[in-house]
């Protein structure tokens, strides 16, 4: 019956959920902070800062992230560093993310007014506690729908790891069109991705509410 192959189905693309899933929530848990560390660096009083952190983020966004999961799992070899495809591939995705929230981090902590600053300076607070309590609660109003894109399209592309013999949603879909020459794992493929993107926006939607109620 349609219905027993369709749950069949299903039940073999969950196999993928854990690749998928695992990489995603990795790669933030990477590239969020990482990513705001960067900002920080970047907008900092050192040239050298700002000339290390603008090169990483020209050469992380100018390059497909396919080949830089490549170069982690394949080129590293040449240097005597072997990664297993998992962790090359979460390395490479946080890596590559971290580039892209940095500059939503820099362009948010710099569209913060000047003035916040100096009256942060006139009340004897440092710059870490200025930036803590004043700067960056501040930021995550005006950052959010951005980085709501940001994590969107993670869920797309980790289907990218494919290109290292991973098993994520999609190759799992793929395995089973080419056994039963049959679409309907990739239909149900489109509906997990479609889900949880449905998911994320609902709940950036939130968080945008939350913060034009309590910040104005």
Do not use: C
Request: no cysteine.
């Amino acid at each position: 019956m349609e219905l027993d192959y369709i749950f069949n189905s299903t039940i073999a693309i969950m196999k993928g959920f854990k690749v998928t899933y695992g990489l995603f929530f990795s790669t933030l848990l990477i590239s969020l902070p990482l990513g705001l560390l960067i900002a920080l660096a970047r907008i900092s009083k050192s040239r050298l800062l700002q000339s290390v952190t603008g090169t990483y983020i020209w050469l992380l966004r100018g390059t497909p992230l396919l080949l830089q999961v490549f170069f982690i799992y394949f080129g590293l070899s040449a240097f005597g560093i072997r990664l297993e495809n998992m962790p090359a591939a979460i390395v490479a995705f946080g890596l590559n993310y971290a580039a892209y929230f940095a500059e939503i981090f820099r362009a948010g902590i710099q569209s913060i007014d000047r003035g916040q600053y100096e009256s942060a300076d006139v009340l004897g607070l440092s710059y870490s506690q200025t930036m803590k309590r004043i700067i960056i609660p501040q930021m995550i109003k005006r950052i959010l729908p951005p980085v709501s894109n940001e994590v969107i399209t993670l869920v797309k592309d980790t289907a990218l790891v494919f290109g290292i013999g991973l098993t994520d949603v999609l190759r799992s879909a793929q395995i089973i069109v080419t056994r039963d020459f049959r679409i309907t794992a990739f239909l149900i493929a489109a509906v997990f991705y479609l889900l949880n993107t449905l998911i994320l926006t609902l709940v950036f939607k939130k968080l945008e509410q939350r913060y034009a109620y309590y910040h104005g």
